[in-house]
């Protein structure tokens, strides 16, 4: 009965999300199985719209997206991306890493800015050391 009831939310959920179909087969990992029991919210859909596989939860409030599969894939990582991202165990590691992340993002952005100007600047220079030497 669990199972019917299980199944019965998930569709509820989806109701007028028509390209998310949902996947209760355990295939050859149990994928289903292992990661409702790290998490018994959590279910795995096929979106036909973007072709791939993911992995959605019950407890999030209006969209139920978690994470999309590695690789598009349903094996062990799938249950590793779940767990990496997870706030309820990792807690405030996650933020630290998106933070070093976007702060990794803005010095190679700045990096690249400096090395245009750099390069505008040694464009430059030819030009007015030519015009020095002519005097004008």
Request: aromatic content about 10%; glycine content about 6%; charged content about 30%.
């Amino acid at each position: 009965m669990d199972q019917i009831v299980y199944e019965n939310n998930i569709y509820e959920r989806l109701q007028e999300k028509h390209h998310l179909q949902p996947i209760f087969s355990g295939g050859c990992y149990d994928l289903n199985r292992r990661l409702r029991e790290y998490d018994p919210a959590l279910f795995v859909v096929w979106n036909s719209k973007k072709k791939k596989y993911e992995v959605h939860s019950l407890n999030h409030i209006g969209n139920t997206f978690a994470c999309d599969a590695p690789n598009n894939r349903l094996d062990a990582r799938v249950e590793q991306a779940v767990r990496a991202g997870d706030l309820r165990v990792r807690g405030k590691k996650v933020f630290q890493e998106i933070d070093d992340w976007n702060e990794r993002i803005e010095r190679m952005a700045e990096q690249h800015r400096q090395d245009e100007l750099e390069a505008i600047a040694g464009d430059l220079k030819s030009s007015f050391a030519e015009l020095a030497w002519k005097g004008v």
